[in-house]
């Protein structure tokens, strides 16, 4: 008999989407606000201007038009409306390559409909590995995520942010220095916590 073909698992083992939204909202408050790894994030994971979008995509090119929607809502959206959105792809770019190779074309996509300037992306991944760090650094968790995600910020944001807070370059490396005192395992005890 011939073996079974790879496919997606079956939609039992999904994630539902209320429990990827719990899961990341999880993961905004214990790493991003409770290690205050972004010291701006603590108003906004109260607020509704914080959007939080799982898309069910599994296929590339559902995976580019779910993050194309969202670039168009926060671009119509006044910021009291939507400051921020974090777009969560729980059944897609599981491999950091393929995730890596996404975020290239994202960003190439904010050039071409001339955006640089006015949003940003950052990146989020289970498997998040910064390049020339060593592979068990501690420093990878702070772009680890329970899913792979993409933050779209609006510049002017992050720059009034930046202004009004002191020695914003040195905001990295205490970052660092946070994760390093934890530890890797402690670290990756957080975020398998966050599963249950």
Same mark, same amino acid.
């Given at each position: 008999?011939?073996? #079974? ?6 939609? #039992? ?5 209320? #429990?990827?939204? !719990? ?18 994030? !603590? ?7 914080? !959007? ?107 720059? !009034? ?23 890797? #395992? ?11």
């Amino acid at each position: 008999m011939p073996a #079974e073909p790879e496919s997606m698992p079956s939609s #039992e083992l999904l994630p539902s989407i209320a #429990e990827v939204e !719990r899961k990341s909202l999880g993961w905004v408050s214990a790493f991003v606000v409770g290690l205050n790894l972004c010291p701006f994030a !603590r108003p906004l994971l109260a607020s509704d201007a914080l !959007r939080l979008k799982v898309s069910e995509a599994t296929e590339d090119q559902d995976v580019a038009a779910a993050l194309l929607d969202e670039i168009e809502l926060i671009q119509k959206a006044s910021e009291e409306e939507i400051a921020t959105t974090l777009v969560v792809f729980p059944n897609a770019l599981s491999r950091f390559d393929a995730y890596l190779a996404f975020l290239d074309g994202a960003q190439q996509l904010l050039e071409e409909m001339d955006l640089l300037g006015v949003l940003q992306l950052a990146s989020f991944h289970p498997d998040y590995q910064f390049a020339r760090e060593p592979e068990d650094a501690a420093s990878h968790y702070t772009n680890r995520a329970p899913f792979p995600m993409i933050h779209l910020l609006r510049e002017d944001m992050v720059t !009034r942010a930046l202004e009004t807070f002191p020695n914003p370059e040195k905001i990295p490396e205490r970052n660092i220095q946070t994760l390093e005192g934890l530890g890797r #395992e402690r670290l990756q005890q957080m975020l398998t916590a966050l599963e249950h």
